[in-house]
Nanobody
Framework: VQLQASGGGLVQAGGSLRLSCAAS????????MGWFRQAPGKEREFVAA????????YYADSVKGQITISRDNAKNTVYLQLDGLKPEDTADYYC???????????????????WGQGTLVTVSS
């Protein structure tokens, strides 16, 4: 299984970006996908997740109303829409997947067994 994240870049404060993460390989038992972010010098933190079969979404309290996660089952792709970006949203954004592995939750790093490379989001003031 490989996860390919894309869509990061440099944006001014108040702007928007849409991140994508495509899963390839043996993805038939996909239970959910999520996004985490890691700012310089900080721990990787949960941002959002979506359950694959039902499409239920989960968000960190700090991003509710600003970030939207969605999925395209046919494309095995998860999206993260970032709106109203602030300089403190600057981070490497990582996607993750629960492939043939159901943990029962979505907000911990240990809930995922596959990770993509980070895509850098830089928000200038």
């Amino acid at each position: 299984v490989q996860l390919q994240a894309s869509g990061g870049g440099l944006v001014q404060a108040g702007g928007s970006l849409r991140l994508s993460c495509a899963a390839s390989g043996r993805t038939s038992n996909n239970y959910g996908m999520g996004w985490f972010r890691q700012a310089p010098g900080k721990e990787r933190e949960f941002v959002a997740a979506v359950s694959w079969s039902v499409g239920r979404t989960y968000y960190a309290d700090s991003v509710k109303g600003q970030i939207t996660i969605s999925r395209d089952n046919a494309k095995n792709t998860v999206y993260l829409q970032l709106d109203g970006l602030k300089p403190e949203d600057t981070a490497d954004y990582y996607c993750a997947a629960q492939i043939a592995y159901y943990s029962g939750s979505y907000s911990r790093k240990t809930d995922y067994n596959y990770w993509g490379q980070g895509t850098l989001v830089t928000v200038s003031s």
